[in-house]
């Protein structure tokens, strides 16, 4: 995660981007001028030939939980063009289905996507400029000023999980960058279950909670949230 966070748009070489992809086990898919990167690292639950054992969330309790990581670097003429990231983690306290064929367990998920694409930042901050002045809000600061826009879909993940999505800038500063990549990977190994996305993900939810107050909106802020980001 800290490469991936340290990558710059008119800063990183192909060279640079194929040592991650040699260290981390990314997969180089070339045509012409233009390259992609894949990698994924995940703890095998959904792989296991022990499936139907390994869904059932009480292995929780145990600090035994599915996370995955997955990400995709993209290079074009020798530039780096975009990037992406999603950082998922199992909470094993989702719905449980009584009746029926889907009766048993279901794990919740927490999630982070993570993207930095020029075109995509800017019609996100253009959408959100929009409705802030459909809404005829006052606006204490633009979005996106510092090079990041955290947002929280509406819609749940599966087992009635939540998400972040933060959108990075190409130019936005160090400190954008690190509060955007701070995801807490110990979420999937701790025998205390992180339960909310202010656990997994802390700096872009601070983020994301004091974006929603500069408007004068209300955001539930739980006990178990950090006072303050990680590493700050």
Excluded at 115 to 132: A, G, H, M, T, V
């Amino acid at each position: 995660m800290r490469q991936l966070a340290a990558l710059q748009q008119n800063g990183t070489s192909p060279a640079n981007v194929k040592q991650i992809a040699k260290v981390s086990g990314g997969k180089e898919h070339c045509a012409n001028d233009s390259c992609t990167y894949d990698f994924e690292c995940d703890s095998g639950f959904f792989g296991s030939r022990l499936l139907q054992v390994f869904q059932r969330t009480e292995w929780d309790y145990l600090a035994l939980r599915p996370w995955k990581v997955a990400a995709q670097i993209r290079t074009s003429n020798g530039n780096l063009t975009d990037f992406y990231v999603q950082a998922w983690v199992g909470r094993g306290r989702g719905w449980l289905w009584n009746e029926g064929l889907l009766a048993g367990n279901m794990w919740a998920w927490l999630m982070v996507d993570i993207s930095s694409n020029p075109l995509q930042f800017d019609q996100r901050i253009q959408r959100e400029r929009e409705y802030l002045e459909a809404q005829s809000v006052m606006r204490t600061f633009d979005p996106g000023n510092n090079g990041i826009f955290v947002g929280k879909p509406n819609v749940d993940t599966l087992g009635s999980g939540e998400a972040l999505t933060v959108d990075l800038s190409p130019s936005a500063p160090p400190e954008s960058r690190t509060a955007g990549f701070d995801v807490n990977l110990r979420c999937a190994t701790a025998i205390t279950p992180c339960t909310h996305l202010c656990q997994f993900a802390p700096s872009a939810w601070h983020v994301y909670v004091e974006y929603r107050k500069s408007n004068g909106w209300w955001t539930e802020e739980p006990s178990e949230c950090p006072t303050r980001p990680v590493g700050r």
